[in-house]
């Protein structure tokens, strides 16, 4: 072989995938962390045709002599040049040696540039010859498609006998500079035609839901990947997985993406999630054949409910899958940054897969002793699986990576081998759930415990097709009771009301509604009963459009006149319609109502229930509570809650006496426990939250104790035990049974049924949060930690709306029935008995943090001196509301409160507040009615005006206290009282009138209490921070009195066409441009953007801006001041400036920030009014705590100078001149690249999670 003559090349610019891989270079500090490996093993081969072969691949794959070296112009990415030998790459060592990445790494520690970046660790035997090969490279030289390419041209090197000559070195850089500029090309396009509708997507899929999608408390950058197990798929499991993915013409990657996203589901509990597969866009464009880093990958959101099945989430994953790849161009980053700024979130965990259809190119077979093996696969987020398809060997080898950074219980053993087991299951459950493939799909048994999914325990009692075609209940002996259905009945005949219709009307608070409910169901009729008479048109007109086209009649039940029906003419049409009701073979599919959700998780929707279901479910509950015709049952629920249809039909399939109270409308405990009394009740129906203010209430429980209750019936939220213990511990418990109920408004009022207690014995106090028996047989099941309910109790889903949340699942003995996903999580307690865990739309985000509202409040509520309790999200922060009986009785329960707090802060809250009030506001369904809650006297008027000094601490507590809402003390730590900067920011202005003295946040935060900030301040002592001084306030006094002068109107001159960029050098302005960029590109923007800035542009991030046709870069000349920006606006055509000029130095002093803050926005204000130019001018989130009222800071008054001058600035603005078009655009405090915001929140969240991690807190 001869060498060829020294090559003179051009620097190759990085691919866009290299780029994207620099900038994370930049940004992590681990030198090991973009290490990818592959090792070797051969049949002993000669060691110099090895090597001879060896330095023609490299010749032939010249990216491997390249190094990093900076670009000429000094700014911007830098470029690969050929400055290395083969020499310098290859080792040879004897089996058993370093193997080289080691080397590598400890070379990158000092920086890349200049460093080489790929390493070939030859092995030999102990006779010398060739046995394996090492290759570890920096991601950002080379990818798995560019790995192929050098395996390839290694085999035809080591078939060949010999070479003339080398490969150019020259040829192959070109090829490589081509390739990049192809690759460069394909991205272009891909923004231009691709990114706007990416962006629709997005946007529509984060309407429809994506709470799961959240990153949570995972970390948000990236870490070194660790091979954490693997497992292969071989033999008769191999070819049956095949030969199904051809039977079905489903890709093999798509069958093991399902497998791991089952697996992954189970693992997290959550049927939501972001599935990311890499690709190489190198396949079918040969162009781009070249060995280097050209790696892209794609993702797509993944949701499916519990209950789908196998066949649903291959299909959806399949169209994912497709639907991405069309996007295969656009770059990651840009979908991540399209999908972190629509979801308003700074990262998301995602699983990503990564399926390799062999494990080496073919060529190489016969030169290996054992298929390679993946030493090293660079940074990963979060779990990765990585597949190798080896069709020759016929195997698949599955691997799991994780990230090397996180703790043991959070990589979950056996994930390989359980998603193995899940595609060995594929072809047997494919039309079953997917959950039953991972084992998490299990039944709810008759006694309450977990059942094997396949254990079938149907009841052998049919229901009829209506309730009241029971026979076997008291149904005749009820309706004899009722006096007016008779009546209701011949009414809807002699109003021309048939059998299908649906009747809408509001409840008048007399057995004249309820009787209306039974002749609607008798006369074959539907019904839908309002809040209030206004209500019934608007309610009646969704049905009629909505409903499957039955006629809606509303009715307005007080002025219906209504006559006894004798045994006439009248009385045989009336008994004729009942009787052909009763023969009507469509009765059990007609609407027997239609109830309104709670509206606790979003608006209220509309659930129809056909009769059958409703008869199935009075069957089953007369069945359950054993009521019958002794039995006198209390009907207190508003008609328009599904308890009321368990308390009407239920007393009317079983013989009962029903009356009615309405008592716990007005949450009149002792009108409720008189009712019970005077009416000798003998069953109650109550919500769960009223139960539990009946337990607290002595005088009500003493009343109780003379009555001849025996049952009660308790429904709506997960029981409290202390609650229980106080019930069974009072003297009206005796005799007295007490049921637990579960089910949503879809599924016909109750699900399961819980026995609490039976008036002797009682479940223990661990067991009481179980989920409870299946009023019907097999209907309840668990998948993925959430509750599907299965049969004929679901509804077909919501009136006028999607719902998502239904379905249909395939049992196991073949039948399809209908489902609902109900979003309740539960888990298993130690005897293997469901218990709740809250609700999966419980989760809030709270100053970038996960908090789970269902954890919070069963924490608060395990005080026994918390009556009831409300957490709810509030204005950014976790609003706690609370009731004892001394907040009951108007007074502060400030021990309570500060047990509260402990709890939030333990639980890592980051900003919250806790109020104490006298009652917690519910409907009278029980819900926690949050409009209510949000009115409460606990949230005082913040607007006071906060008197003079005098009171010392006491009085600054009592400031602090109006201005946020909350009772404070000279004491209470505001650390543990959850404020948040915001809040501190806030309380500032008012601190220093109260004080008299310039004090700054930092003050306040390390005073921390009222007592303390008094107590530090020695008299005439300034504080830190000194601000302002004197000549600071009165320059700011004058400032203001310029802003606020009203200033005459100006002749606006005819305004230009482009959009100019005021600063386009920053943060904001770099942000501005990248995007009216990626518009131009796209057709989306039309006139011409001129980006100006003073600064010089780093080559980087602009280089690429100023060949896009109608972009201009205007460099401002260095003494470019506000009297230069008429000249600007004239002299570039303007139809809108975007000003993002500005200092964010909020250390600076006011006089250094002021001209560009304040001086240029007004310059600005005065320019575009006499162009006639449209202003948007940026500011901030520090002019005002609430950020979306028309109102900043006073700026004399403002906390630091940065925040006095956007104050200013919006005011000069506002003050324009008359006929100025102009926007104020308020961001966040804190701006920056994606990679600087991924763990930012709060400024006061990091220092609560700094001095709980450290044990010390501020003194």
């Known amino acids: 072989m001869t060498s060829p003559e020294a090559d003179r090349a051009q620097p190759v610019p990085l691919s866009r995938s290299q780029r994207n891989l620099y900038n994370g270079v930049l940004q992590d500090g681990d030198p090991a962390l973009y290490l990818i490996g592959k090792s070797y093993r051969f049949h002993p081969l000669g060691l110099s045709q090895f090597l001879a072969a060896l330095e023609a691949t490299i010749h032939a794959n010249p990216v491997a002599l390249c190094v990093l070296e900076a670009p000429a112009a000094g700014a911007g990415y830098p470029d690969l040049v050929p400055r290395l030998r083969v020499g310098d790459l290859v080792r040879v060592t004897a089996d058993g040696g370093d193997a080289g990445g080691g080397e590598l790494t400890r070379g990158w520690s000092s920086g890349l540039l200049g460093k080489p970046l790929v390493r070939f660790t030859v092995r030999t035997d102990e006779s010398g010859r060739v046995s394996g090969l090492d290759v570890h490279t920096h991601h950002i030289l080379l990818d798995g498609g560019a790995t192929g390419i050098i395996e390839a041209d290694l085999a035809r090197y080591l078939a060949a006998d010999g070479l003339a000559e080398l490969p150019s070195v020259s040829a192959g850089l070109a090829r490589l500079a081509e390739a990049h500029r192809g690759e460069a090309d394909k991205v272009e396009e891909s923004l231009r035609r691709v990114a706007p509708a990416v962006q629709r997507e997005l946007a529509d899929d984060a309407r429809r839901g994506g709470a799961g999608l959240g990153g949570g408390d995972s970390p948000a950058t990236a870490s070194q990947g660790v091979l954490h197990e693997s497992v292969r798929v071989c033999g008769d499991a191999f070819e049956a997985l095949l030969a199904f993915s051809e039977a079905k013409q489903v890709p093999l990657n798509v069958l093991v993406a399902a497998a791991a996203v089952a697996v992954d589901a189970s693992i997290r509990q959550s049927t939501e999630g972001l599935l990311v597969h890499t690709v190489d866009n190198r396949f079918g464009n040969p162009d781009l054949n070249v060995a280097t880093c050209l790696v892209n990958s794609v993702g797509h959101p993944v949701r499916f409910a519990p209950f789908a099945s196998v066949a649903d989430v291959v299909a959806a994953l399949d169209r994912g899958y497709v639907k991405a790849l069309r996007r295969r161009w656009l770059r990651e980053e840009h979908y991540r940054r399209m999908w972190l700024a629509i979801n308003r979130t700074t990262h998301v965990a995602a699983l990503t897969l990564n399926f390799i259809r062999e494990a080496c190119v073919p060529d190489l077979r016969p030169f290996l002793c054992q298929a390679p093996v993946a030493t090293a696969i660079g940074p990963v987020e979060g779990m990765t699986v990585a597949c190798v398809l080896d069709e020759g060997a016929r195997t698949l080898d599955c691997a799991i990576w994780n990230r090397g950074d996180l703790p043991q219980a959070k990589t979950p053993p056996g994930v390989a081998a359980r998603i193995a087991a899940a595609l060995a299951s594929t072809a047997a459950l494919w039309d079953l759930p997917i959950a039953m493939t991972v084992d998490d799909w299990f039944g709810i048994g008759p006694d309450g415990s977990r059942r094997p999914s396949d254990a079938a325990h149907r009841s052998p009692h049919t229901p009829a097709a209506a309730w009241f075609l029971d026979t076997d209940g008291g149904v005749p002996q009820f309706l004899g009771a009722r006096r007016q259905v008779r009546p209701w009945v011949a009414w809807l005949v002699r109003n021309g009301v048939a059998p299908g219709d649906v009747l809408v009307f509001a409840d008048d608070d007399t057995d004249k509604t309820v009787d209306l409910l039974i002749a609607c169901h008798l006369a074959g009729c539907g019904y839908s009963v309002c809040d209030d008479t206004d209500d019934a048109p608007r309610r009646a007109s969704v049905i009629a459009d909505h409903g499957g086209g039955a006629p809606v009649h509303v009715v307005d039940v007080a002025a219906a006149a209504l006559a006894p029906v004798p045994g ?316 004892t009986q001394r907040t009951r009785d108007g007074h502060e329960d400030a021990a309570a409160a500060a047990r509260i707090r402990r709890i939030l802060v333990n639980l890592r809250v980051p900003s919250f507040f806790v109020v104490g009030v006298p009652v917690i506001p519910r409907k009278p369904s029980g819900k926690i009615d949050g409009d209510r809650l949000r009115m409460t006297t606990g949230l005082v008027d913040t607007a006071q005006r906060d008197t003079g000094p005098g009171d010392g601490a006491a009085g600054l507590a009592d400031v602090w206290g109006r201005h946020l809402g909350r009772s404070i003390g000279p004491e209470t730590s505001l650390l543990e009282e959850g404020v948040g900067s915001l809040d501190l920011i806030r309380i500032l202005p008012p601190t220093r009138e109260y004080l008299g003295r310039p004090l700054t946040v930092l003050d306040l935060i390390g005073a921390d209490t009222a007592a303390n900030l008094v107590c530090d301040l020695e008299p005439d002592a300034p504080a830190a921070g000194g601000w302002p001084d004197t000549a600071t306030a009165s320059e700011i006094e004058r400032d203001l009195a310029r802003a606020l002068r009203r200033r005459p109107g100006i002749a606006a001159h005819r305004r230009g066409r482009s959009i100019l960029v005021l600063g386009a050098s920053g943060i904001l302005g770099t942000g501005f441009a990248r995007a009216a960029v990626e518009m131009k590109r796209s057709g989306l923007l039309r006139p011409e953007v001129v980006l100006a800035t003073r600064a010089t542009l780093p080559q980087r991030d602009w280089a690429e801006l100023r060949g896009v046709d109608g972009v201009r870069v205007e460099q401002l000349p260095a003494g470019f001041g506000p009297a230069d920006l008429d000249d600007l606006l004239g002299g570039c055509g303007v139809a809108t400036v975007v000003n993002c000029a500005g200092n964010t130095n909020m250390l600076a002093p006011y006089r250094d920030i002021r001209p560009a803050n304040v001086d240029l926005v007004a310059a600005a204000v005065d320019a575009c009014a006499h162009h006639g130019t449209r202003l948007v001018q940026l500011s901030t989130f520090v002019v005002n705590a609430d950020v979306t009222a028309p109102r900043v800071t006073d700026p004399r008054r403002a906390p630091y100078p940065y925040a006095a001058s956007k104050s200013l600035a919006e005011l000069a603005v506002a003050g324009s001149p008359h006929g100025l078009e102009f926007t104020v655009v308020r961001l966040p405090r804190v701006l920056g690249e994606g990679h600087q915001l991924r763990d930012t929140a709060d400024v006061l969240v990091s220092v609560v999670d700094a001095c709980i991690a450290s044990g010390a807190y501020p003194t």
């Open 568 to 883: 006439d003419e009248v009385g045989r049409l009336v008994d004729a319609r009942i009787e052909d009701v009763a023969r009507d073979p469509a009765l059990a599919g007609r609407t027997a109502y239609i109830m309104p959700t709670s509206g606790t998780t979003g608006q209220p929707k509309l659930v129809p229930i056909p009769h059958a279901a409703l008869a199935a479910f009075c069957d089953a509950a007369h069945r359950a509570y054993g009521w019958g015709p002794r039995d006198t049952i209390l009907q207190c629920a508003p008609l328009t809650s599904d308890i009321s249809v368990e308390e009407v039909f239920g007393a009317a399939i079983s013989g009962a006496v029903l009356v009615r109270s309405t008592a716990t409308r007005d949450r009149d405990l002792d009108a409720l426990a008189s009712d019970l009394v005077d009416q000798a009740a003998t069953v109650i129906d109550l919500p769960t939250a009223v139960w539990h203010l009946l337990c607290q209430d002595a005088a009500a429980i003493e009343a109780i104790r003379g009555s001849q209750l025996r049952q009660i019936v308790v429904g709506g939220e997960p029981i409290r035990p202390d609650a229980v213990d106080s019930w069974l511990a009072s003297v009206a418990a005796e005799n007295v049974s007490l049921i637990s109920t579960y089910g949503p408004t879809e599924a016909t009022v109750v699900a399961t049924q819980l026995p609490i207690a039976d008036g002797e014995t009682a479940l223990a106090a661990g067991d009481r949060l179980r989920v409870g028996r299946p009023l019907i047989p097999d209907t309840v099941f668990v998948a993925f930690g959430e509750i599907v309910i299965v049969g004929d109790l679901v509804a077909s889903g919501y009136v006028g709306t999607d719902g998502p949340s239904f379905g249909t699942v395939l049992t196991a003995a073949g039948v399809r029935r209908r489902a609902l996903a109900t979003a309740d999580r539960v888990t298993l307690d130690t005897n293997g008995f469901p218990v709740f865990a809250g609700r999966r739309d419980a989760l809030v985000k709270i100053s970038g943090r996960r908090v789970d509202t269902a954890v919070v409040s069963a924490r608060i509520r395990d005080d026994p001196a918390v009556a009831d309790a409300a957490v709810e999200s509030h204005d950014g922060s976790l609003g706690v509301w609370f009731e």
